[in-house]
């Protein structure tokens, strides 16, 4: 009897963001794992077991799953957005490296899902339309001053920036730390877009200036989208502005 | 009469990735345009018209579709991966900003879909599974010099790094150079992901050094990932090998 792993992204919110190949991986499944909030987005399908466990424990929810399928069970690993980005994908991938040889031996697959930044950059028009990069805030993972020499790196060279895990209770002021380090680099006028619970009955997606930006609220739920110098706001005459990186660079601006 | 543009991601390869927002939107609109390939995979629906564009007609297309949606018509745009990701979405910003003023009044939409990274990714682990960055090679739409700027920013600050459009016909050169420069930035063994026609039926997905990456086949169909220092390789006995990149760095390393 040879077990499985589907390490699974549920996209940002609701079910339209759901794939169809997510959608199968899921219903295969005879056991789910997963952090409580994203295993409450499945629907019930009779027969699965549900194994729920809290944020912080990737490590061993990761190794409680590959042990379950170790024994046979085709075992779904439930991850918000996309599993590969800031997500389970890496924490399975460890485990496998540093457990035990048999889960080397393990079918196990990864389905892709909706990454935040797709969501909320989808809400507000292109920003991530030019060259960008992906950066987690929290330095539970790596050391403060790395983060602050990689948005330096970023913003000097002209990557739009997206921002995950920008604020949490634990550290209230890394974010604020965070945006005065980019303006360094960047004009106050920088368009900063907020995307709060992207794809859940309590969204909402606000863009103000980088100068305005250390006073916005943010917390575990938000993406954040710092601009590049490229990046525009086009005012629309009754509808929300749509916020872009155009495709091209002038040479000037190189 | 209101007419409507959604700009819709349908994934990098066949109906598996396709949202079920994306899918309503498709079977709401009345005319659909894009590039041929891409309008293709579309399923065909009665009383929908299609209109084929060619492949560097971005700024062409996305005029024609908002002057079809400013006659009442409700108009799909469809772009492969996401609209977002070096697609449609800031085509479509450009010629709103530039064009007449009652495009400014249009309902526009977007609609994200799996980009090709994140399906590159998830066929092979979690290659961004930490700090990554995105970024198109080709420099129809920006100076080369720009492009190494970047390349090099990127890479000695520990960014992963996705290529889009790594080579095409008109710049055999450029993927060759783009990897002189990163290799002046990381080792020789650092992995390579190349993940060609993910999703579709000759997809193929392969992993090299960075010192055997020049020598390795690419073309616009295909994906490449650029590990960072961290990435690791964990193979496995009968079953391909797994990419990723974890999710800690430790202080050492910074």
């Not at 859940?200 to 993406?223: H, I, K, Q, Y």
């Amino acid at each position: 009897m040879m077990g499985h792993l589907a390490v699974i992204g549920i996209g940002p919110g609701d079910a339209r963001y759901l794939t169809p190949e997510a959608d199968v991986a899921l219903a295969y499944a005879q056991a789910l794992y997963g952090y409580g909030p994203y295993l409450d987005r499945v629907p019930l399908r009779t027969g699965q077991s549900r194994h729920a466990s809290d944020n912080r424990e990737e490590g061993a929810r990761a190794a409680a799953a590959l042990q379950h399928a170790a024994q046979g069970t085709r075992v779904a690993l439930v991850s918000g957005g996309d599993p590969g980005v800031f997500a389970m994908a890496a924490a399975v991938c460890e485990a496998i490296e540093y457990g035990p040889d048999e889960w080397r031996k393990l079918d196990v697959a990864f389905v892709p899902g909706i990454t935040a930044m797709l969501a909320v950059a989808a809400k507000i028009g292109a920003p991530l339309g030019h060259d960008f990069c992906a950066l987690s805030l929290s330095d539970n993972l790596k050391p403060w001053d790395l983060i602050e020499r990689r948005l330096e790196a970023a913003a000097s060279a002209g990557f739009v920036i997206a921002l995950y895990n920008p604020m949490s209770g634990a550290r209230p002021w890394q974010f604020g730390k965070a945006i005065a380090r980019l303006a360094q680099h960047l004009p106050p006028a920088t368009p900063v877009v907020f995307g709060r619970a992207v794809g859940r009955p309590e969204e909402s997606v606000d863009v103000v200036t980088l100068e305005a930006a250390n006073g916005t609220p943010a917390d575990m739920a938000t993406l954040v989208i710092v601009g590049s110098r490229d990046t525009r706001v086009i005012k629309r005459p009754g509808r929300s502005p749509l916020v872009y990186t155009p495709r091209a660079v002038a040479e000037v601006s190189a």
